[in-house]
């Protein structure tokens, strides 16, 4: 059967040479019908049609040559002898060979598209043809009017050489498709050393620090290009003959021409693509690719209306509400502490020891180890001192109802992590928010219904994340509330509801109280 | 019969043990190798919910709904559309009402007469938001509101819409949303039901539609999960206190040694339904001192019911309910659940829907003023809203004193205040008839999906499996509405 095949298959090659005269101007004209349009600088839709074909055959001669490696090899153990393995080399190589040629014809006509980096184009063109004409050969040589010992030796070395190039055109075709460093970008840290390759950058756009002092190309426009776009528009990979690699490259444009227009965003071509709706065939990033925000689109409008400046500062453009905004996201002060950033694991001695004193502790979200903890109202006295193992990882903590007094905050001034702190119904007062200004991250404060005072507050001018504090049935007074605010003005200071700048004191809630 | 079945159960031959098990212990070896957070995992303790930690950061630690049964009519409430009036009396263009179905209520009228509201709009707060006059005090708090007015539901009749926006599905069965969080997340507090759900009669129309206590039920989840309802009166859980004549000893002694006969149950069926059990009569002896004490309000100060309203001191009112889920909310309930009834105006409008209003309104805003200043609004979500809205035309026939709306599942308004959604904000827009969704439609799934997000729950991993197949709260649908979030 297998013999049968294999006859099939030489049969036709040689039939195909012997009408080769008839048979070429015929595949001439066919091909430079095709061609036709390319040589007038575009390729045709049916050139491109029958070229994207070419991801799809590429990997039947991977396969079948492959195979057929495999076979010659395992078909020399004894242990396979039986089987025959041997029998179905010639036909895997015929089957590789002319899946092979078609790979090499559609990838050709892929290549014309253009938006390949030129010199792996090249190198994997060549490459490609090469295993097309190994493997034929191999064939040829393998089949019985070839049977001599030196001419197996040749037939050897050609499938060895052929399985090399093989191995070789498909990396340079993963690369054009891919990038280069598509194998490499998420190799671990000890092979990345020894494969002597630079650290790993950081995921994501890096935060900005100061919003005023930061470029607006460099900091702001071109993480946003360089994270969704440069994937396809890179020197390996020029879709579309546009680099979005820098600022010049960008103003230069591409094939249809530049693609901003300084000081109009309406009739920049780059805009409008990103607006298209995603099925359009036009709309950048390509359906399927990781698509911009909302607010990455705005940015960008915003900055080619400012007239696309490559060297300005923020502060020196003009900045309507929702540009603010958007700016404030991509600052450290902007994003969530807790997303952020990660801490090392609790010990899980510890936190078994305070469960069972009935603390309670759970984890925040899964994949980080920040904590949560809960003190019961019940506990007779609260020793802060045993969480100090938990310094880094406990985030939010509730003392409220609780017997804590000031001098037992002054731990606190570990957990430089604390985001939350509810002290509300406790005995704290002055002395104790004196321990809370080493708390940096701090965002919520509840301290209604203590002995907090004015002079407790200032205290609080300290800790610059501050967002919300609650000093309902304090002594706390207006004034005090206004002159914290002077220094943390986006902090909110709830005073009870609908009195706003007084505060009720105890004595007035005593007052309407019973 | 069921005995050879029980065998059959247990039965399990050599080569299902070695498959099964082999698979089972290398997936535990795995998975402890691969997390080193397992220590707070427990599979052991029932209250804890089966998600060791949320998806997602918790913006929310609990949610307060305030379900509006029936379904509030937002043309006259939230959804200011002077069109209406302008247009009233005129039929609504059949243009506008499409292929919409009518219920069999009005698909034989005459004519859908368009009415308009009798009631008047203004802008409030900073953020501008229109509110009717029917809702005074709510409009006081509008900027701490989120609205969503393009909110849509699949179903037309009261209980497939109750049962749908409780359990994402109509049909009955599925587990009720405070069921699924419940089993999820885990109770944070173990003297009180981590789902506790209080009802109150609407004196608009107080014999309205009833409801049914599988609205918050487990379905198929393990029935510690269930909702726990509170009543008003000296017996709010029923069968909870001890009958005359036991003491609490010897119920303490009772309780251990049917915990032991359960344990012994337990060892020898591996059910899991005897863990519920036995974890329901703990909890249920703790609520023996929780519960009274959660319930007693005597110990709030007067100017706590001159803010909820007056109504605050008569149990069973929804008044009443707001104090008392303010009172759960500082003892760490996650999901509470209250229900008004009496929102099916189909006639008398003008003579129903006021009293309705001064029903919920006062309290309404009052349960966000006091949350906000005891610092608990910012970690908890409340959510106000029915089921479906009402038409834009008339039910029955309009005249200029008295009008009714028909069910409306195309579109109506919904609120929600608190942790993580934006403050004085409006999402999603009618049509000037508020008859269709203009932008920015909300699917019921998309409301449970925000929901659950807010509580750190992945919607689309939050599952359970059940006849062979993986359910959750939102089916197979849902996106969580990003724009409101903040």
């Not at chain 2, 029980?6 to 070896?29: P, V």
């Not at chain 2, 409430?77 to 039929?91: A, T, V």
């Not at chain 2, 209250?338 to 829907?353: E, F, K, R, T, V």
Request: aromatic letters at 8%; hydrophobic letters at 40%; glycine letters at 8%.
């Amino acid at each position: 059967m297998l013999r049968n095949s294999c006859l099939i298959g030489l049969f036709f090659i040689l039939a195909a040479d012997s009408q080769a005269e008839v048979l070429s101007p015929a595949v001439v004209f066919a091909v430079s019908a095709l061609l036709q349009p390319a040589v007038a600088g575009e390729s045709s839709d049916l050139i491109l049609f029958i070229g994207r074909f070419h991801p799809l055959l590429v990997h039947l001669p991977i396969g079948f040559l492959l195979l057929a490696f495999l076979l010659e090899c395992f078909g020399r153990l004894e242990r396979f002898q039986e089987a025959g393995l041997e029998n179905a080399v010639p036909f895997s190589l015929l089957s590789g060979g002319i899946s092979a040629i078609g790979a090499v014809l559609t990838g050709y006509l892929l290549s014309l598209d253009g938006g390949y980096g030129e010199d792996l184009l090249s190198t994997h063109m060549w490459l490609g043809i090469t295993v097309a004409v190994l493997s034929l050969s191999a064939f040829i040589l393998r089949t019985r009017f070839f049977d001599r010992p030196k001419i197996r030796t040749m037939y050897e070395g050609i499938l060895l050489l052929m399985v090399a190039c093989l191995m070789a055109a498909g990396h340079y075709g993963g690369s054009l498709t891919h990038g280069s460093d598509y194998l490499t970008r998420h190799m671990p840290e000890p092979l990345r050393s020894v494969a002597g390759l630079p650290p790993k950058r950081k995921k994501g756009i890096k935060k900005i620090e100061d919003l005023d002092s930061a470029q607006v190309f460099t900091d702001v426009i071109h993480p946003i290009l360089d994270t969704r776009c440069v994937t396809c528009h890179n020197p390996e990979k020029k879709k579309g003959e546009l680099l979005l690699t820098s600022y010049d490259e960008l103003m230069k444009g591409g094939e249809n021409g530049p693609v901003l227009q300084a000081g109009s965003a309406d009739s920049s071509n780059l805009v409008y693509r990103l607006l298209l709706p995603e099925a359009d065939d036009d709309h950048m990033p390509p359906e399927g690719k990781l698509q911009l925000t909302g607010d990455q689109i705005d940015l960008i409008a915003w900055w080619i209306d400012q007239g696309a400046p490559i060297k300005r500062k923020i502060s020196e453009l003009e900045v309507p509400k929702h540009i603010s905004e958007a700016l404030n996201k991509l600052t450290v002060k902007g994003t969530p502490f807790l997303a952020g950033t990660n801490v090392p694991g609790a010990d899980s001695t510890v936190v078994n020891q305070l469960r069972s004193r009935g603390i309670e502790i759970s984890l925040i979200v899964r994949d980080k180890n920040f904590l949560q903890v809960k003190y019961p109202e019940s506990a007779d006295s609260v020793y802060l001192k045993q969480l100090l193992p938990l310094s880094q990882q406990v985030v939010w903590l509730d003392l409220a109802k609780t017997t804590v007094e000031d001098s037992s905050l002054a731990v606190l001034t570990a957990f430089k992590n604390l985001t939350r702190l509810n002290l509300e119904h406790t005995k704290i007062g002055d002395p104790g928010l004196k321990a809370l200004n080493t708390l940096k991250q701090l965002k919520y404060l509840n301290l209604y219904k203590t002995e907090v005072s004015d002079t407790g507050l200032k205290y609080l001018a300290e800790n610059p994340r501050l967002e919300s504090l609650y000093v309902w049935q304090t002594k706390i007074t207006p004034r005090g509330v206004e002159e914290l605010q002077q220094q943390l003005s986006d902090l909110y200071v709830d005073t009870g509801w609908g009195k706003a700048g007084t505060v009720l004191s105890e004595k007035d809630s005593n007052a309407v109280g019973r | 019969m069921s005995k050879e079945i029980d065998k059959l159960n247990c039965n399990m031959n050599r080569r299902h043990f070695l498959s099964k098990t082999s698979l089972g212990i290398g997936a535990a070896a795995l998975a402890f190798l691969l997390d080193p957070k397992s220590l707070f995992s427990s599979d052991t303790d029932p209250l804890e919910g089966v998600l060791d930690s949320p998806h997602v950061i918790p913006k929310a630690k609990r949610i307060i709904y305030l379900f509006q049964s029936g379904g509030p009519s937002q043309q006259d409430m939230f959804d200011y559309k002077p069109m209406l009036r302008e247009m009233q009396g005129k039929d609504l263009p059949p243009s506008v009402r499409g292929d919409q179905r009518l219920t069999g209520m009005t698909a034989n009228q005459d004519g859908l007469p368009l009415a308009g509201s009798h009631y008047d709009f203004q802008r409030h707060g900073n953020s501008g938001i229109y509110v009717s006059e029917l809702m005074p005090h709510t409009a006081e708090v509008v900027d701490e509101l989120c609205f969503i007015k393009s909110v849509y539901t699949d179903a037309i009749n009261h209980d497939p819409a109750i049962t749908f926006i409780q359990t994402g599905s109509q049909q009955a069965g599925r587990p009720s949303m405070g069921s699924w969080i419940s089993y999820g997340l885990g109770s944070d507090n173990e003297n009180l039901p981590a789902f506790s759900v209080l009802i109150s009669r609407g004196s608009g129309r107080p014999f309205d539609q009833p409801l049914y206590s599988r609205l918050w039920g487990n379905g198929f989840l393990p029935s510690l999960h269930q909702g726990v309802q509170f009543r008003s009166g000296k017996d709010p859980v029923l069968n909870l206190n001890d009958p005359p004549g036991v003491n609490k000893m010897s119920r303490r002694n009772m309780l251990s040694k049917l915990k032991d006969l359960n344990q012994l149950h337990l060892n020898r069926f591996g059910d899991p339904e005897i863990t519920s059990r036995i974890s329901q009569y703990e909890m249920a002896y703790r609520m023996q001192t929780s519960v009274p004490e959660t319930m007693d309000v005597s110990d709030e100060p007067d100017w706590v019911f001159d803010m909820y309203g007056e109504d605050a001191r008569k149990p069973g009112t929804y008044a009443a309910n707001c104090l008392l889920a303010r009172r759960m909310a500082e003892r760490d309930v996650k999901f509470i659940q209250l229900y008004h009834m009496g929102w099916d105006q189909h006639n008398g409008i003008p003579d129903q829907l006021p009293l309705q209003c001064k029903d919920i309104d006062q309290a309404s805003a009052a349960l966000i003023k006091d949350l906000k200043q005891r610092g608990l609004l910012e970690e908890t979500l409340v959510v106000w809203g029915g089921e479906f809205g009402r038409t834009s035309y008339c039910q029955g026939k309009l005249t200029n004193e008295t009008y009714g709306r028909d069910h409306h599942p195309r579109c109506f308004t919904m609120w929600m205040a608190g942790a993580g959604v934006k403050a004085g904000f409006e999402y999603g827009k009618t049509d000037d008839f508020g008859y269709n969704i203009l932008e920015n439609p909300v699917h019921i799934h998309d409301i449970q999906a925000t929901i659950l997000y807010l509580m750190g729950i992945d919607h689309e991993k939050l599952t359970f499996k059940q006849q062979g197949r993986r359910f959750r709260l939102t089916d197979v649908h849902g996106d969580v509405i990003e724009d409101i979030l903040t």
